[in-house]
């Protein structure tokens, strides 16, 4: 248990973190994009054309035609990040919180509540307009930013109250992914999808056959992603199918590698100790003794873990902040304070401030006084209901998910994906303002007291 606590510590430090800069970069875009003298230049910014070309070849087009900066954020940069998801489910579900049914069941409850209850709300207040098709907005947790709210509480929050609601996100971050895959797809290229395919097939027998190089998944995985793009598959699917075929079995037991350790740290014990103190260049067979180590210490982390490891900082202080700062600039100059209330905009808050929360608290409630599940460690009813309320914070995946469903380039569109930015900022703002005056309220004032990780 002391493994698992550890584990979902690192992840949650890693999310609130960035949950910061992530923030930061919200509100840069919002600052930049409103100043008269740099609006055209943010909003020009984002056309620039990129290629990554041999010879005719160019691996960032989409159908003969080179993508746009925009396009390489929202379709290359955001398929590593739900890579990185991918990565975290499979640990998840292999030695995390999803490992056990009995630890898993309640979060994945919450979960489902979480993404049905806002859709339908969404859905019924939708019926019949231009918007109804962005149903699935309203489904997301932000996992930076909710957790992010609740770093600002310190050790006040108990460890069960966070492993809880970054269990629930991960589980969120699984149903948007299948429905980005389900309905997100357009008309299908069979041919590339096979070449898919095959580089797919290429990954599993590379697992099965213990290849442990990441430059191997890396190559098939990239070209996994051109022929998803190219397929009409949307291409972050493909983040996530090949994450699933990383190993997560390393070629050392512990075992094993604490006896090369031993071997090694054996032979520098007969050494002249003044030779070792004095800050001199290594000899050779210092240097080959090092060496062995160092390949040991390669061989005894999966290539899963490593992966998922290397991907935290690049996913959670470049990818992520650099796709909030490309796509929620929204420009204030010629809105109304009434889009607030008719339009698209008041059915996102809704469902996502009310509808998150009635959602995973109300399926939370039901699991477990049905007995099929406990409180979680540190918990009660007041702290579950704060902890839905943080679910409300829909930010990244929302964004996303309105860009898929509004982000063609057509004027009525681009006006219904301005308004819908507008309703998930103000709902997450909402949502992360009442849930950290909820938990603040019902936290005790004291630090809880925290399971040793080690």
Not at 216 to 225: I, L, Q, R, S
Not at 328 to 346: C, N, R, T, V, Y
Not at 389 to 403: D, E, K
Request: hydrophobic fraction near 55%.
């Amino acid at each position: 248990m002391s493994s698992v606590f550890y584990t979902a510590r690192k992840t949650i430090k890693n999310y609130a973190n960035g949950g910061n800069v992530l923030i930061f970069a919200t509100a840069l875009a919002l600052i930049v994009v409103n100043i008269p003298s740099l609006t055209d230049f943010y909003n020009s910014l984002w056309t620039h054309e990129l290629a990554l070309q041999v010879g005719s070849f160019n691996l960032f087009s989409h159908h003969g035609e080179p993508m746009s900066i925009m396009a390489f954020i929202n379709d290359a940069l955001m398929a590593l990040f739900f890579f990185s998801v991918g990565l975290e489910i499979k640990r998840e579900v292999l030695v995390g919180e999803l490992s056990s049914f009995r630890n898993a069941l309640l979060p994945i409850v919450a979960a489902v509540g979480g993404m049905a209850v806002p859709v339908l709300i969404y859905i019924f207040m939708a019926r019949g307009t231009a918007y109804a098709d962005g149903w699935a907005i309203p489904m997301a947790t932000d996992i930076a930013f909710s957790l992010g709210v609740l770093a600002m509480l310190g050790n006040r929050v108990p460890i069960g109250l966070k492993v809880f609601l970054t269990t629930l996100a991960v589980v969120d971050d699984i149903g948007g992914i299948l429905v980005i895959a389900l309905f997100y797809s357009t008309s299908i290229d069979y041919t590339l999808l096979l070449w898919a395919a095959g580089c797919i097939a290429v990954l599993i027998a590379g697992g099965y056959a213990g290849v442990q190089s990441k430059m191997f998944y890396a190559f098939f995985g990239t070209f996994v992603w051109f022929f998803f793009l190219n397929a009409g598959i949307h291409p972050t699917i493909a983040g996530v199918i090949v994450a699933f075929t990383i190993p997560a079995k390393p070629v050392f037991a512990p075992k094993n590698y604490i006896k090369t350790i031993r071997k090694n740290i054996g032979y520098f014990s007969h050494d002249d100790d003044e030779s070792l103190n004095s800050r001199t260049i290594l000899d050779k067979d210092q240097m080959n003794w090092l060496k062995e180590i160092e390949s040991a210490s390669d061989k005894v982390i999966s290539p899963l873990q490593d992966m998922e490891d290397t991907l935290h900082p690049l996913v959670n202080y470049i990818i992520v902040p650099l796709f909030a700062f490309a796509n929620a600039g929204i420009f204030f100059g010629d809105m109304e304070i009434s889009q607030l209330f008719h339009g698209i905009a008041p059915a996102i808050i809704t469902a996502l401030v009310a509808g998150k929360f009635l959602g995973i608290f109300i399926f939370s409630w039901l699991t477990i006084i049905l007995r099929l599940a406990p409180m979680p460690e540190g918990g009660n009813w007041a702290r579950l209901a704060s902890v839905s309320m943080l679910g409300g914070i829909g930010f990244t995946v929302s964004l996303f998910i309105a860009n898929l469903s509004f982000g063609t380039g057509d004027a009525v569109l681009s006006q219904l994906l301005n308004d819908s930015k507008l309703g998930i900022l103000v709902a997450s703002l909402l949502a992360g303002i009442l849930g950290w005056a909820l938990m603040h309220l019902t936290l005790p004032k004291e630090p809880a007291e925290q399971e040793n990780p080690e």
